[in-house]
């Protein structure tokens, strides 16, 4: 009996200490990186690297097809360094176009009703000035999500500036007690949405 018992308390910690450092099968493809206001380590797609909002605003300014809406950007860039907005960046092999940013927020409990003021803010309020550039967007998404513990609210939309498209996704997430914005922009019809699977606990 006694060494049932004790094989049996031996499986569950080797069960135990192997599932701590096995990777969930949704983030195969990705490395743990540090948010720092979240004050969290996520997993976020490997080919991405985190970088500063300066180096993406000499990126843009270096671009080779710099345009109205490159300008657009590069001086959204200044202004968030200016105001001292808390910005983390990713882009992706280099390119900036193909970025993850992580911007925080005030707290704010999050619920079902929250899609439509998000999309109204959006669309009615914070798209209006690149819209004047002749910037064009499609709403693909606009829904409310649950991930254990977090509450989101994801928007996607398909957006358009003369031959270029760019896939433009903003999630608003409440997470413990911390609200926070998740924007991803890609060249590809990639949202990263198992990113959200970071905050299920």
Not at 152 to 179: D, P, R, S
Request: hydrophobic share 35%; aromatic share 14%; proline share 2%.
């Amino acid at each position: 009996m006694k060494n049932i018992l004790l094989t049996f308390i031996i499986l569950i910690f080797l069960s135990c200490k192997s599932d701590k450092n096995e990777i969930p099968p949704e983030f195969k493809d990705s490395n743990l990186q540090l948010v720092e206001f979240l004050e969290k380590k996520i997993y976020i797609p490997k080919d991405f690297k985190k970088t500063s909002i300066e180096t993406v605003a000499e990126l843009i300014k270096n671009s080779p097809d710099l345009n109205e809406l490159s300008e657009y950007e590069f001086q959204k860039l200044e202004n968030f360094k200016k105001m001292g907005q808390t910005v983390e960046m990713f882009i992706k092999d280099g390119n900036y176009k193909n970025n993850i940013s992580f911007q925080s927020g005030n707290y704010v409990e999050l619920t079902k009703e929250a899609v439509e003021v998000y999309v109204d803010l959006l669309e009615n309020h914070l798209f209006v000035e690149s819209e004047s550039f002749g910037v064009e967007r499609k709403r693909l998404e606009s829904k409310f999500l649950t991930y254990g513990i977090s509450k989101v609210v994801k928007v996607k939309y398909l957006q358009t500036f003369g031959e270029e498209k760019i896939f433009l996704t903003q999630y608003l997430v409440t997470y413990k007690l911390k609200t926070f914005g998740i924007i991803v922009a890609s060249e590809s019809d990639s949202d990263y949405q198992y990113i959200l699977k970071n905050f299920k606990k």
